[in-house]
């Protein structure tokens, strides 16, 4: 069964630019989550998607949006970018029925975002 | 303010012998909690999970405990080894939802 990939690996942007990043889930898992991690905050969580809708939402600006399609592959965007958005951004599949307890997420290789 | 610590950022560990890495949190609302293996260059990978109504989840060589009084929680590799050598993250969820909230993590390196 192929794993959660991310596309693209790496990206370098500059400031006040937008970035779109894409994740595709393990076959049959509806729910997609999207973590930052940073040397500073470490990993933080930024939403999740299960169906087509955001079930959870983490503290971050609203420079931050996702969204999920039928097929349960997500994309998150992130509008003028700025230096501290530099970043690995990993989503994370799961089936998302049982609302965690025993529906582990299983996480992609991460996209790193390099912000100019 | 962070929910949950890790508060040795890095341990050192000879092969054969036990590693012990440890977690607290703050949320009492917290049920589940789950532990992570990272490498460089990639995703965290699933180790192993513990719900609070259970203190203690063995599989293989790692083993969680869990002592919901004192919100601690830690993780026994035994025996190590060289290829355990990762940063490990602990997890935690609450039953509001599927977010779960990480520890700033600790990077583990087992000596040959």
């Known amino acids: 069964k192929a794993g959660v990939t991310q596309t693209p690996r790496y990206l370098i942007k500059t400031r006040g630019q937008q970035v779109t990043l894409s994740c595709s889930p393990i076959s049959g898992h509806r729910s997609v989550s999207w973590y930052q991690q940073t040397p500073g905050q470490g990993l933080q969580f930024l939403f999740e998607?299960?169906?087509?809708?955001?079930?959870n939402k983490g503290n971050f600006p609203g420079r931050f949006s996702g969204r999920q399609f039928s097929n349960s592959r997500s994309e998150m965007n992130v509008s003028t970018l700025e230096l501290g958005d530099s970043a690995l951004y990993l989503c994370?599949?799961?089936?998302?029925?049982?609302?965690?307890?025993?529906?582990?997420?299983?996480f992609g290789p991460g996209t790193r975002l390099t912000v100019l | 303010d962070q929910q949950v610590k890790q508060n040795s950022p890095s341990l050192s560990v000879q092969e054969g012998r036990i590693s012990i890495l440890n977690c607290d949190y703050t949320?009492?609302?917290?049920?589940?909690f789950l532990w992570y293996k990272k490498y460089p260059a990639e995703g965290p990978t699933f180790l192993i999970s513990i719900s609070s109504i259970k203190d203690k989840n063995e599989d293989g060589r790692f083993t969680v405990f869990l002592n919901k009084s004192a919100k601690h929680l830690s993780l026994h590799i035994v025996p190590s080894q060289p290829g355990d050598s990762a940063v490990y993250f602990c997890?935690?969820?609450?039953?509001?939802?599927?977010?779960?909230?990480f520890g700033g993590g600790t990077r583990l390196m087992v000596k040959p």
């Open positions: 997890a935690a969820l609450n039953n509001a939802g599927n977010m779960l909230t």
């Open positions: 998607y299960f169906s087509e809708t955001q079930r």
């Open positions: 949320n009492s609302m917290f049920d589940y």
């Open positions: 994370a599949s799961s089936l998302g029925v049982n609302r965690g307890r025993t529906d582990t997420q299983y």
